[in-house]
C-alpha cells in the first residue's frame, strides 16, 4: 500500500492531476479482458519520459510494485496490477506519432498511440504497417510490443517483433536505455530490443519505439474456400502455402463456428453444407499479380477437397466476409456460458493432426470446441465452452482439458501462445512449455533488468 507521503511525492513528479487514487479510478484500471479484477494503489499518467524516469527511481528505491498498462485489451491479465502498487498508463499524453521518416521508412511513436491510428496515418503517404490484432481500433502500440501481438496479416508480412527496429526504455532504476538502431542491419551487442518485445513490462518501460514500415499494397481481393470438413481445409492450409501461394491472411472458421454464425444471421454468406472455411485476402501491385496467387489458391484448394471457392466481387462483399470472421468469437456464446479461450500455434503441417486431438479432448470431457483462427500462421484460437459457469466440477474439468490441450500443443513442438502472451492466465503452465533450466534463465534475464522484482510481478510465472 502507498502512504500518504509516496502520494506526495509521485503528486511532486507528475503534477496532482495525473496521478489518481480515487475508487472510479482504481476500478476503471483494476481488469482487463479476462475480466479478473485487482485494484491498483494508484493510476499515474506520465507526461514525458523524465516523469517516467523519476516515477520508476522512487519506486524502485521504496520497492513499490509498478505496472505498466496500454489499453487494458488483453487476454492473460499482462497489465493487472495482482499485487497493488502503482499502475502507469500512457493513454493521456504519450500517445502521439512522433515522426514518419519516409526516406528510412520507418515511424517513431509513444507507447499509448493507438494501432489503428498508426496503420491510417503511414497509409496516407503510401506507407503499411502491417500488424493488426483484432483489437487494433484499440489497442496501442506499447500493449502490442509488450505481448508482441499478431494479427490477420501475420501469414503474409509477421508479427509484431518483425517491425520493432529500435526501442527507448526505463530501467526499474530509473535508466534510460536505448536499445537497436535506425539501420536495418544491426548486428553489434545483443539484441536488446528483441528481448524487450513479448516481455509484458516486467523488464523496462517502452517510452518510444521505432517502427520498420513498408510500401502500402496497391490493391487487394478476398477470397472463401468452403470445405466438407476442417480436416481438408488444414491440409489446404500448409499445402497451398507450400505450393507458392503468399496470401495476406488466410483465416479458418470450423463446423461449429459457421453453425453458430448462421444462427447470428449469416446464412446466405456461410453454406449449410460447409464444414469449414478459409477466408483471406491477397494483395499485390497488379490485377495479374493478385489474379495468379488465387489461381494458386483456388488449385490447391481444389486438390485438398474443396466444395466452393468464391472470390469477392466487390468491397461490400469482402467487407462481409471479413465481418462473418470478425463475429466468430462473439457467436460460440450460444455453446456455453463460460468461454476458455486460447490461442495456441503449431506447425502448419500439424494443424490436421492438432485440431483432430483438441476436438477429442472435448469429447472426453463433454465440451463443444469451436475453434477459428489464423491457419495461415498456424495460430489456432481454441474455445472450450463451458455449458453452466457455475458448475465447479465442469469449470475444473474445463481447466484440466486446456492442460491437455497445452501439452498436445506442445508435443508438437508448438507453444502455449501465438499472440495474447502469458501474464497470469498461462503463468501456470509454463512449465508444460519450458524446461526447469530454461525458467531459471528467464529469472536471471528478470533480475539482471530488474533485482528488486518491482515491475509487474508474477507475470508469466516469474
Not at 128 to 149: H, L
Not at 408 to 430: C, F, N, R, W
Request: hydrophobic share 40%.
Amino acid at each position: 500500500m502507498l502512504d500518504k507521503k509516496d502520494i506526495k511525492k509521485l503528486q511532486d513528479i507528475v503534477t496532482k492531476e495525473n496521478i489518481k487514487t480515487d475508487k472510479a479510478h482504481l476500478i476503471a484500471y483494476c481488469y482487463d479482458a479476462t475480466r479478473e479484477r485487482f485494484e491498483p494503489d494508484a493510476v499515474i499518467f506520465p507526461r514525458d519520459e523524465k516523469d517516467v524516469q523519476d516515477i520508476l527511481r522512487y519506486c524502485n528505491e521504496k520497492r513499490i510494485i509498478v505496472v505498466p498498462r496500454g489499453a487494458g485489451s488483453g487476454f492473460t491479465g499482462g497489465a493487472l496490477p495482482s499485487s497493488g502498487g502503482v499502475l502507469i498508463s500512457f493513454e493521456k499524453h504519450m500517445n502521439k506519432l512522433l515522426e514518419i521518416d519516409k526516406n528510412n521508412m520507418i515511424a517513431i511513436v509513444q507507447p499509448g498511440l493507438i494501432n489503428m491510428q498508426l496503420q491510417q496515418k503511414v497509409e496516407e503517404v503510401g506507407l503499411f504497417y502491417p500488424p493488426d490484432p483484432a483489437s487494433e481500433n484499440y489497442s496501442t502500440i506499447g500493449g502490442n510490443v509488450a505481448e508482441n501481438a499478431g494479427g490477420m496479416r501475420a501469414a503474409k508480412y509477421g508479427i509484431t517483433k518483425d517491425y520493432v527496429m529500435a526501442v527507448e526504455a526505463v530501467l526499474p532504476n530509473g535508466k534510460l536505455i536505448r536499445a537497436g538502431k535506425k539501420t536495418i542491419k544491426d548486428v553489434a551487442g545483443y539484441n536488446i530490443a528483441g528481448v524487450l518485445v513479448g516481455s509484458e513490462g516486467t523488464l523496462a518501460v517502452i517510452t518510444k519505439i521505432i517502427l520498420k514500415l513498408i510500401p502500402k499494397p496497391k490493391m487487394k481481393k478476398t477470397y472463401m474456400g468452403v470445405f466438407p470438413d476442417v480436416s481438408k481445409a488444414m491440409n489446404a492450409v500448409f499445402k497451398s502455402l507450400s505450393s507458392g501461394a503468399s496470401p495476406v491472411a488466410m483465416e479458418f472458421l470450423d463446423s461449429l463456428v459457421i453453425q453458430a454464425l448462421r444462427e447470428k444471421g449469416y446464412k446466405s454468406l456461410l453454406s449449410s453444407k460447409a464444414g469449414a472455411v478459409l477466408i483471406g485476402d491477397v494483395d499485390g501491385k497488379s490485377e495479374d499479380e493478385m489474379d495468379m496467387e488465387l489461381e494458386i489458391l483456388k488449385n490447391s484448394f481444389k486438390e485438398n477437397g474443396s466444395l466452393d471457392f468464391v472470390v469477392a466481387k466487390d468491397e461490400e462483399q469482402s467487407n462481409n466476409l471479413w465481418q462473418a470472421r470478425r463475429d466468430a468469437s462473439p457467436s460460440v456464446m450460444v455453446y456455453g456460458e463460460l468461454k476458455l479461450n486460447e490461442d495456441i500455434s503449431v506447425p502448419r503441417s500439424c494443424l490436421p493432426e492438432a485440431l483432430e486431438a483438441i476436438y477429442k479432448i472435448g469429447e472426453k470431457y463433454n465440451f463443444k470446441v469451436p475453434c477459428f483462427g489464423h491457419s495461415g500462421d498456424g495460430n489456432i484460437h481454441v474455445n472450450l465452452m463451458v455449458p453452466d459457469k457455475n458448475d465447479k466440477i465442469q469449470v475444473s474439468n474445463g481447466h484440466k482439458a486446456i492442460e491437455e490441450i497445452f501439452q498436445l500443443v506442445v508435443d508438437m513442438q508448438g507453444t502455449l501462445s501465438g499472440e495474447h502472451g502469458i501474464g497470469l492466465s498461462k503463468a501456470p503452465y509454463m512449465g508444460i512449455a519450458f524446461s526447469q533450466e530454461e525458467m531459471e534463465l528467464f529469472r536471471a534475464v528478470k533480475k539482471a533488468f530488474d533485482p528488486n522484482n518491482i515491475l509487474n510481478p508474477f507475470k508469466m510465472g516469474l
